[in-house]
C-alpha cells in the first residue's frame, strides 16, 4: 500500500523546504566520505612501488595489495546497504567511519604483506559501505529540486580525493624521498576520518527513515529542523498518522523485492550499467602508464638504483594528478547539466563518449610507427574523451540513480546491491585486463573496453527510466517515469 496523505505531506515538506545549514552539514560530511572513499582507493597505486623495493612481494601477492580494497568494497557495500536499512542510517554513517579511521591507521603500521592485504580489505569494507549510507542520507535531506545536484556535487569528492592522494604522493615524495613513505601515504587519511567522525555522531537519523518505519513522533522532530516554520503543523499530522497507522495493513518490503516483478526493471537499470561501467573504469586505469611512461622514461636513467626509482614513482604520481584533472572537469559539467537533461540522457551520451574514447586508443594502437609507439596526440585525446565522458555521464548517474528508482525501506539496500556488484566489475577488471592485454595486446583490450561502453548505453536506453529528481515516494499511482 503507498503512503497515506499525512506521510505525503511530511516527504512533499521535505522536498520543498529551503536549503539550510544542517542540509550542508549532512552534504559536506557525505562527501568527506567519498572524498576519503577516492582517497584512499588511489593511495595504493602510489604506494605500490615503495612497497615492491621494501618487501619485495611476488606477482600474486602484490596484485591481492592492488586489489584488496576493490574486493573489500564489494562485502562492504551490500552488507551496509542492508544494514543501513535495517538499522538506520545514522548508526552505520558513525561506525563506517570508525572503521576507516582504524584500518587505515592500522594500514600504516603493519609489518607484513599479508596483514597488509587484510587491513586493506577491511579498509575497503568500509569504503563500500559509505556508498549506500552517503547516497541514501544525501538524497532524503536534500530538496527534490536539487537532489541530482547535490548527490553528484558529494559523489564528485571521489575525484578531489584522487586528486589529494595524487598531491599528497608528491609533496611526501619531493619533501622526504624515502621508501617508508608508503606507510605516511596509507595513513594520512585517519586524520581527516577522525574529524568526520565526530561530526558525523551530530547529525539526526533521516526523517524518511524513521517515517517508513512508524516513528512519526521522531520523524515530525526531525523534519522540524529542516522546516521549522512547519514545525506544528507536521507534529499534528503525525500524530493523527500515529493514532489511525494501525488500520493500515502495509506490506513490508525487504531485500527479496529488488528482484520482484514490480521492480526487476529498476534493478537492471541500476546495478548493470554500472557494473559495466567500473569493468571499464578500473580496468582502463592498467593502460595509464602509455601515458606517463615518456615523463618518467628519462628518470630512472638520470639517476640509477634506489633514487630512480622513488624519482620514477614521483614524476609517474605527476602525471596522474594531470590526468585527474578531467575526472573533475567532467563531474562539473555534469552538476551543470544533471536537473536540465535528466539522469538517462547523460548516462547514454556518457557512455557514447566513453566508447568513443577506447575507440581513439585502439586507433592510436594500431596507427603505431615503426617504432611501435602510438601516437601520442590520440593516446591523449582518447584518455581526456573517456575520462570527461565518463564522469559527465555514468559515473554520475549510475550514483543518482539507485537513490532515486527505490522506496526508503529499500533503498540503501538497492543502492549496496548496485555499489557492490560495481565493485565486482571492477574487481574482474583488475584481474582479467592484464592477461586479456598479454595473449591480444593493446587494442584488442582496448577495442572490448569500448564495446563494455557500448553494452553498458545499450542496457541504459532498453531499461531507462527517468526519475527527473523525484524518489519513487513522490510519485502518485497514476505517474508515469520516463520510460
Given at each position: ?349 556518457g557512455f557514447a563518449g566513453m566508447a568513443a574514447g577506447m575507440a581513439l586508443l585502439a586507433l592510436a594502437g594500431s596507427s603505431s610507427g615503426p617504432s611501435q609507439t602510438p601516437h601520442v596526440t590520440l593516446v591523449f585525446l582518447g584518455f581526456i574523451l573517456f575520462n570527461v565522458t565518463m564522469n559527465f555521464g555514468p559515473n554520475a548517474t549510475t550514483f543518482i540513480l539507485p537513490a532515486e528508482l527505490f522506496p526508503t525501506k529499500i533503498r540503501a539496500s538497492a543502492h549496496g546491491l548496485a555499489a557492490g556488484m560495481a565493485k565486482f566489475g571492477a574487481a574482474l577488471g ?54
Amino acid at each position: 500500500m503507498g503512503q497515506s496523505s499525512n506521510q505525503q505531506a511530511l516527504n512533499s515538506a521535505l522536498d520543498v523546504s529551503p536549503l539550510r545549514a544542517i542540509h550542508w552539514k549532512i552534504w559536506w560530511l557525505s562527501a568527506m566520505g567519498v572524498f576519503l572513499d577516492g582517497f584512499d582507493l588511489f593511495i595504493i597505486g602510489i604506494a605500490l612501488p615503495l612497497l615492491v623495493i621494501q618487501y619485495h612481494p611476488s606477482n600474486v601477492a602484490l596484485g591481492l595489495v592492488a586489489a584488496a580494497a576493490s574486493v573489500g568494497a564489494i562485502f562492504g557495500a551490500l552488507a551496509g546497504g542492508v544494514l543501513t536499512d535495517r538499522w538506520g542510517r545514522k548508526s552505520i554513517y558513525v561506525l563506517d567511519m570508525l572503521f576507516v579511521l582504524v584500518f587505515s591507521l592500522g594500514s600504516a603500521f603493519t609489518t607484513s604483506i599479508a596483514s597488509l592485504i587484510m587491513l586493506r580489505f577491511l579498509v575497503g569494507v568500509s569504503i563500500g559501505a559509505d556508498y549506500p549510507i552517503c547516497a541514501s542520507y544525501v538524497s532524503e535531506f536534500m530538496p527534490a529540486r536539487l537532489r541530482g545536484r547535490m548527490l553528484i556535487s558529494a559523489f564528485s569528492f571521489q575525484a578531489l580525493g584522487m586528486m589529494a592522494a595524487a598531491c599528497a604522493g608528491v609533496i611526501l615524495l619531493k619533501i622526504h624521498p624515502a621508501v617508508g613513505d608508503w606507510r605516511w601515504m596509507l595513513g594520512l587519511s585517519s586524520g581527516l576520518a577522525l574529524v568526520v567522525l565526530l561530526l558525523r555522531t551530530s547529525v539526526p537519523e533521516s526523517a524518511r527513515w524513521h517515517l517508513e518505519h512508524g516513528h512519526f513522533k521522531k520523524a515530525a522532530d526531525i523534519a522540524a529542523l529542516i522546516v521549522p516554520e512547519k514545525k506544528e503543523i507536521l507534529r499534528e499530522l503525525m500524530e493523527n498518522e500515529a493514532r489511525h497507522i494501525e488500520k493500515i495493513a502495509e506490506k513490508k518490503l525487504g531485500y527479496a523485492d529488488l528482484f520482484a516483478a514490480k521492480y526487476r526493471r529498476r534493478t537492471v537499470l541500476a546495478v548493470v550499467p554500472w557494473f559495466l561501467l567500473d569493468i571499464a573504469t578500473y580496468g582502463i586505469g592498467i593502460f595509464t602508464p602509455v601515458i606517463l611512461a615518456a615523463m618518467v622514461a628519462g628518470a630512472s636513467a638520470q639517476s640509477p638504483g634506489l633514487a630512480g626509482k622513488i624519482l620514477k614513482d614521483l614524476h609517474a604520481t605527476e602525471g596522474a594528478a594531470f590526468i585527474d584533472v578531467f575526472l573533475v572537469l567532467g563531474f562539473i559539467l555534469n552538476i551543470a547539466c544533471v536537473e536540465r537533461f535528466g539522469r538517462i540522457r547523460l548516462q547514454v551520451l556518457g557512455f557514447a563518449g566513453m566508447a568513443a574514447g577506447m575507440a581513439l586508443l585502439a586507433l592510436a594502437g594500431s596507427s603505431s610507427g615503426p617504432s611501435q609507439t602510438p601516437h601520442v596526440t590520440l593516446v591523449f585525446l582518447g584518455f581526456i574523451l573517456f575520462n570527461v565522458t565518463m564522469n559527465f555521464g555514468p559515473n554520475a548517474t549510475t550514483f543518482i540513480l539507485p537513490a532515486e528508482l527505490f522506496p526508503t525501506k529499500i533503498r540503501a539496500s538497492a543502492h549496496g546491491l548496485a555499489a557492490g556488484m560495481a565493485k565486482f566489475g571492477a574487481a574482474l577488471g583488475l584481474f582479467f585486463l592484464p592477461s586479456f592485454k598479454n595473449h591480444f595486446g593493446i587494442v584488442a583490450t582496448v577495442t572490448a573496453m569500448s564495446l563494455v561502453a557500448l553494452l553498458g548505453l545499450i542496457v541504459t536506453v532498453a531499461t531507462r527510466i527517468e526519475t527527473t529528481g523525484h524518489t519513487l515516494e513522490e510519485l502518485h499511482p497514476g505517474d508515469v517515469l520516463v520510460e
